[in-house]
C-alpha cells in the first residue's frame, strides 16, 4: 500500500508563512496527482491544492496567490508553501495521493495522512 507522513504544521501569526511536506512510501507503481485538503472543526473537509504528475496545479479560490504547491517527483514528495496565513486557514490539513501499487497489483486508489495541524493566530 501507500503511507503518507505530513509535517511542517504548527502555530503561525496572521501574516506568517509555513511549509507542509508530504512524502508518499510503500509500494508505489505510480502517483498520479497529489494534494492538500484541510478541516476545520466544525466543517467539512475542503480542497486546498493539487498537482499532477505533469505538474497542472489547481487551487481553492481561498488560497490562490497565498499558498502554492510544488512536487519533487523523484522523492514522491509534495509541498505547500503558504503565505500571508489567517486565521480563517486554521485547519488540520491532510495530503492526499491518487496511486497505484505494484504489491499488491491495484489500479489507481486515493490515499490519506494523518494530517497536521495548522493554527493561525497571534
Known amino acids: 500500500q501507500v503511507q503518507l507522513v505530513e509535517s511542517g504544521g504548527g502555530l503561525m501569526q496572521p501574516g506568517g508563512s509555513l511549509r507542509l511536506s508530504c512524502a508518499a512510501s510503500g509500494s508505489i507503481f505510480s502517483i498520479y496527482a497529489m494534494g492538500w485538503y484541510r478541516q476545520a472543526p466544525g466543517k467539512q473537509r475542503e480542497l486546498v491544492a493539487t498537482?499532477?504528475?505533469?505538474?497542472?496545479?489547481n487551487y481553492a479560490s481561498s488560497v490562490k496567490g497565498r499558498f502554492t504547491i510544488s512536487r519533487d517527483n523523484a522523492k514522491n514528495t509534495v509541498y505547500l508553501q503558504m503565505n500571508s496565513l489567517k486565521p480563517e486557514d486554521t485547519a488540520v490539513y491532510y495530503c492526499?495521493?491518487?496511486?497505484?501499487?505494484?504489491?499488491?497489483?491495484?489500479?489507481?486508489?486515493?490515499?490519506w495522512g494523518q494530517g497536521t495541524q495548522v493554527t493561525v493566530a497571534s
Open positions: 492526499n495521493a491518487d496511486a497505484s501499487t505494484i504489491v499488491p497489483i491495484t489500479g489507481r486508489n486515493d490515499y
Open positions: 498537482i499532477t504528475s505533469g505538474g497542472s496545479t
